[in-house]
């Protein structure tokens, strides 16, 4: 069975956000333990700095379609879908970790593998893949 471009695309993106996601995940524990930030606050430098990671990556290497010429508003709608994102990650970290007890590294982990597919999901549909113009079919 042949890879969809879709599919190559989504099996990049996971590669991509897994170097991202240690690039975030290593900041979160340097952050934290190192310089004893608080975790959520760590989360936050440390998923900035994954997204940047994120963006540089999927341009150079995903995304061969680009729905935005210019780069600068590019980067802002990936920058909000990723601030989104950031909500979300620390929804849940803090859900997992204060609500359910989980050690916050285990909830991190677990918001990232959730917000894989959100960001994934709506950078593609947004920013990276061609939209068709509809037709309207003309009555005789």
Not at 76 to 105: E, H
Request: glycine share 6%.
């Amino acid at each position: 069975m042949p890879i969809t471009p879709l599919m190559r695309q989504f099996i990049q993106y996971i590669l991509v956000g897994g170097l991202a996601f240690v690039v975030d995940f290593m900041a979160l524990f340097l952050l934290t333990e190192k310089f004893a930030l608080h975790y959520l606050v760590s989360a936050s430098v440390a998923f900035l700095l994954g997204l940047v990671t994120n963006y540089l990556l999927c341009v150079a290497w995903i995304f061969d379609y680009r729905a935005l010429q210019n780069q600068a508003h590019e980067f802002a709608i990936f920058s909000l879908i990723g601030l989104v994102g950031l909500l979300l990650n620390s929804l849940l970290m803090y859900g997992f970790t204060d609500f359910l007890g989980f050690y916050y590294l285990l909830s991190k982990a677990g918001a990232a593998a959730l917000i894989l597919f959100f960001n994934f999901f709506f950078r593609r549909l947004l920013l990276f893949s061609e939209r068709k113009e509809r037709t309207r079919l003309e009555t005789p």
